[in-house]
């Protein structure tokens, strides 16, 4: 009996030990996103790796306006040198919030130049408002410029648009209109393994409790 008790007790301070190291904290980076032609909207992009080859993108900007969809995306580039061509599609941004969860590992995302881009509205798609490189480093994320404008090459009138779905064919020297967004998503697989976690740790600890009154009556 003695020996179930200190197992389960041993146990049950492993749980706990686990539950207290954040879950999945390596996986995760905050990009700065900086304001561009005097937009006035920054903020950040919490990159989350979700497993699966998927990664959730989470935006939060501040001086954005209210009631306008702002189109979003991953591009190939940096914010100096930006590929105008959406790589990974991004939910709209709404009163400067958006929620992500893109087909594309962390490791991809991390392995060559790639930058969060968002533009004034569906009608001035050639206006960038905020753009943030996706490095190791969030500190040297967002451009130095924040108010310069953009390099900005428009795509050729025959190169394929890709839009992370399949893609399609440009028409016009600039983007006139963009590819559909992702799917929002809240939650992921980091909350069900910590709510797992607190569930077996409550458990243990239980039969913990209950083995050493059992012990104690005898």
């Known amino acids: 009996m003695k020996h179930r008790l200190g ?7 492993v749980m706990l030990f686990a539950l207290a190291v954040p879950v999945g904290a390596q996986d995760s980076l905050t990009v700065s996103l900086a304001a561009q032609n ?12 979700m497993g699966g080859g998927k990664t959730r993108v989470v935006l ?10 702002q ?3 991953i591009h190939e580039g940096t914010c100096a040198t930006l590929n105008p061509t959406p790589k990974y599609p991004l939910t ?7 929620e992500t969860v893109v087909d594309v590992s962390m490791s991809e995302l991390l392995s060559k130049p790639y930058a ?17 490189n996706i490095v190791h480093n969030a500190a040297a994320a967002a451009p130095a410029g924040t108010n310069a404008a953009p390099s900005y090459a428009a795509p050729s009138t025959t190169a394929p648009l890709a839009t992370g779905t399949g893609g399609g064919t440009a028409t016009t020297q600039a983007p ?3 590819p559909a967004t992702g799917a929002a998503r809240t939650g992921g697989a ?23 009154r059992r012990a104690a009556r005898q």
Do not use: W
Request: proline share 2%.
């Open 7 to 13: 197992f389960a007790l041993v146990l049950g301070a």
């Open 38 to 49: 005097n937009s006035g909207e920054s903020g950040t992009a919490q990159l989350t790796d």
């Open 60 to 69: 939060a900007l501040s001086g954005a306006p209210n009631g306008v969809a």
């Open 71 to 73: 189109p979003v995306h």
């Open 92 to 98: 709209n941004l709404a009163n400067g919030k958006s």
């Open 116 to 132: 969060i881009n968002a533009h004034k509205s569906a009608q001035e798609v050639s206006v960038y408002v905020t753009c943030g």
């Open 176 to 178: 006139t209109t963009l």
């Open 190 to 212: 980091s909350d069900f393994r910590l709510l797992a976690v607190l569930l077996l740790t409550m458990g243990v600890i239980a039969t913990g409790i209950a083995l050493r």
